[in-house]
């Protein structure tokens, strides 16, 4: 049961993610890992689109 409960919080997981390749043809170059969205921003501040807002 504990077994099933895992494999199912593991699904959950890999579903709610979201990968983000760099692209080696942009100037500004990449990072040395990728990165994975898996949460959200709740009271942020909007961000110009197309753009990390940090």
């Known amino acids: 049961m504990i077994l099933l409960i895992f494999v199912v919080l593991s ?4 579903i709610h993610s979201t990968t983000y390749r760099c692209d080696p043809t942009i100037s500004c170059g990449c990072s040395a890992r990728t990165t994975n969205v898996t949460s959200r921003i709740v009271g942020g501040a909007a961000a110009a689109d197309y753009t990390w807002g940090w």
Request: aromatic fraction near 0%; proline fraction near 0%.
């Open 11 to 14: 699904l959950i997981k890999i």
